[in-house]
């Protein structure tokens, strides 16, 4: 503990030491020392975990305080002028008590900020967080808890949030607190916490900021409902997803992947570029299933541009634009009449819905009541529409309301559509890096599948397949941070090397749980950013009060929440688990391995997809590939047509 906390004060004395103009890139210089496993001044006496990482900083209680504490006006290190991140909480202090100290430490902090930030914006940030923190914010936290160091530009530059958010989490720990102009969040990086706020204590967390954006969007849908809410509609619709219907799925996820291929084939049969952004064709594809599968609509998106689709990428966008704008300017009176963006996104939700309402009202004018047994044990070969719809609008006592099942819907299309498109996405970027991978994935495609449609068998044979999705949505989490707001005060546990005594929230505290960084964590992962599908088989020790992987003890097709205690959650966990967790990865192996025994894909050359934050992880500029087609012989429906020819 005495070279913990020694290598402490060498750090906080080192931030304290660095010009702020420079904060990011010495941040970035420990990281890489550390990420080297160098003997930099950091951590040089510090023990390394089973794995090769190297633990982070230990925090021994509300004693060793962290770099950046909260404090009374007057305790101000004279670094606090450099950084809106370490001013005091007044939310503890009596308002009026504090009005006076808060202007006369605006004026200072704005000079400071003047003197030292990198840009104005940072400055209004800062004056919005010394502002907000006082009167809006709730306690988000007791004094232990780190304070990450950044500036709110840091967050909303070049590199997308998750990412800045890394190295914030490599150098302030599991659990930090953040302020971000007027928002202030704790983020969340260890399993052990992850594990309390999605599970131990998940009742007292909902969607906080999430549900308030998404609410104009998908109303009580999963997602942002309410508990109440939430209760009565997770047990009406997770019978949905019975056996009988995920078999249903598996010929439609085969027959809609069937129109990408050809597509493909058309275009590497023709004479013009062989280039296409297979980011936009995956999107396309789980656009087809999910509507297919949910409401019995056909998009039809792989061929054809209907307005409907594009209202459909309209919300989708504005989603994410409101995910990552400071200030809710379409909740002001009369935003959807005067902005034109906000009147697109009227028009474009009025669309999308009227086209569920008719969808909602023909299920519900042909209903067949049923009680749920019978429900789930349909003869799927012979029902004609096989949706979720259809299962909700005929189960038995289930009398939803037409606005509720709008809701229902919405929330299911927008959750399962660009969630499986982006995993489709990385999964075959991260293949075509890395070439022996992509080999053995072939050639287990080719042994099991041949020429066959896809089956459920079929993906309980194809391994190599399942884990490459597995390690894709390890490396690329959709979406990369969960969101959630804490119902009443909570004590958050201290995780992997934090506060044994745990951290205390306050009623309202905002949460990001970071999943990008909990996948990539380097004190549960070896080589955490390399691409291994392999990996799942390989134990992890315990580390502190988590308990490790035995490497073998997923029970399903898949690694899990459980099996990975936490430290591996691409469908979240706890009661808000996602509910079409099986339903996205029998899709997304159908459909790679469809592409993958068809055709080779190469990155055109000089081409950086890059990154973009947004509700799931996009790439910045597309997934140009060139394609060719691996069998040239011609395959049975080419040899029919020349007979038919002939
Ligand atoms: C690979 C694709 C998918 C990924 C990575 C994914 C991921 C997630 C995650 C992480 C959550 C938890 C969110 C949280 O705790 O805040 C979630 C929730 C949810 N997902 Fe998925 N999802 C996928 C596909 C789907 C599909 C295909 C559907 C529907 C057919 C779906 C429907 C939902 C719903 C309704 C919820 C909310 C559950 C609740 O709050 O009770 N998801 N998803």
Known sequence: MAAARGARSTASSHAAASPSSSRGSSRRQHHHRRARGGDGVLFSSTPRFANGAEPRRQHAGRQSCPR????????????????NLSLPSLGQVEAGAAALPLA???????????????????????????????????????????????????????????????????????????????KCFLVVSDPVVVRHILKD??????????????????????????????KVRRKAVIPGFHKAYLDCMVDLFGRCTERTVEKIDRVCKGDGDKTLDMETEFLN??????GLGIFNYDFGSVNTESPVIKSVYGVLKEAEHRSTTYIPYWNLPFADVVVPRQRQFKADITIINDVLDDLIKLAQETQQEEDMEALQNRDYKNVKDPSLL?????????DSSAKQLRDDLMTMLIAGHETTGAVLTWALHCLVENPEELEKTVSEIDRVLGDRTPTFEDIREMKQVRMVIAESLRLYPQPPILIRRALAKDTLPGGIGGDPNGYEIGKGTDLFISVWN?????HIWKDPDAFKPGRFDEAIPAQGPWEGY???????????????????????????KCLGDQFALMEAVIALAMMLRRFNFKVKEGHVPGMATGA???????????????????????????????
Do not use: C
Request: net charge negative; hydrophobic share 40%.
């Open 104 to 182: 006369g430490l605006a004026v200072l902090t704005f000079t400071g900020a003047f003197k030292k930030s990198k840009n104005l914006s940072d400055i209004f940030a800062r004056l919005l967080t010394i502002v907000s923190q006082g009167y809006f914010q709730p306690n988000v936290g007791g004094d232990t808890i780190p304070e990450a160091e950044g500036e709110a530009s840091d967050l909303v530059g070049d590199e997308p949030l998750f990412k800045a958010l890394y190295n914030m989490f490599l150098d302030s720990g599991g659990v930090f607190r953040l302020s971000f102009g007027p």
């Open 390 to 398: 259809r299962f909700l609008v005929d189960m038995r006592g289930e």
């Open 616 to 646: 799931t992880i996009h790439t910045a500029k597309g997934l140009l590939m060139d394609i060719s087609r691996r069998d040239t012989s011609p395959s049975e429906s080419e040899e029919l047509e020349e007979m038919v020819a002939k």
């Open 518 to 522: 909990l996948h990539r964590s380097p």
């Open 550 to 576: 035995d490497g073998k003890n997923f029970a399903g097709l898949y690694p899990n929440e459980s099996a990975y205690n936490f430290a591996y959650v691409p469908f979240g966990g706890g009661p808000r």
């Open 285 to 290: 594809v789980a656009l087809d299933i999910i």
């Open 68 to 83: 950046r504490r909260r404090g009374p006006p007057e305790a101000l290190p004279p670094e606090a002028l450099d950084l």
């Open 201 to 230: 204590n998940a009742f007292n967390f909902d969607k906080g900021v999430l549900a308030e954006i998404l609410k104009p969007i998908m109303g009580k849908g999963l997602i942002p409902a309410d508990i109440e809410t939430w």
